[in-house]
Nanobody, 123 residues
Framework: QVQLVESGGGLVQAGGSLRLSCAASGRTFSSYDMGWFRQAPGKEREFVAGINWSGGSTYYQDSVKGRFTISRDNAKSVVYLQMNSLKPEDTAVYYC????????????????WGQGTQVTVSS
């Protein structure tokens, strides 16, 4: 079955960096779009960044543009989220998702989700 396993979360000071990884298995990774979403306590899950199956197209939430970079390695079946200049408001559980989507930010287009990794940014 399809599995998505996130790693790389942790506690970091404001202004610091983290790189999240999501290792996928169970179906042909290079055939599917990938997304990163996050959910802060008491808030709804929100889109962070997405990348299409080939890596040729990416899309970001406005609040992370210029700070976060999504990338993928189809040979390793891994998608990454490089997060720089982190802010306390980036604190959330980060989830990766896989699917075939029309719009990379469309939550409903992703059919498999990981369990999430906690990112905490202290001020």
């Amino acid at each position: 079955q399809v599995q998505l396993v996130e790693s790389g979360g942790g506690l970091v000071q404001a202004g610091g960096s983290l790189r999240l990884s999501c290792a996928a298995s169970g179906r042909t990774f290079s055939s599917y779009d990938m997304g990163w979403f996050r959910q802060a306590p008491g808030k709804e899950r929100e889109f962070v960044a997405g990348i299409n199956w080939s890596g040729g197209s990416t899309y970001y939430q406005d609040s992370v543009k210029g700070r976060f970079t999504i990338s993928r390695d189809n040979a390793k079946s891994v998608v990454y989220l490089q997060m720089n200049s982190l802010k306390p408001e980036d604190t959330a559980v980060y989830y990766c998702a896989q699917g075939t989507v029309v719009v990379l930010s469309d939550y409903h287009g992703y059919d498999y989700w990981g369990q999430g990794t906690q990112v905490t940014v202290s001020s």
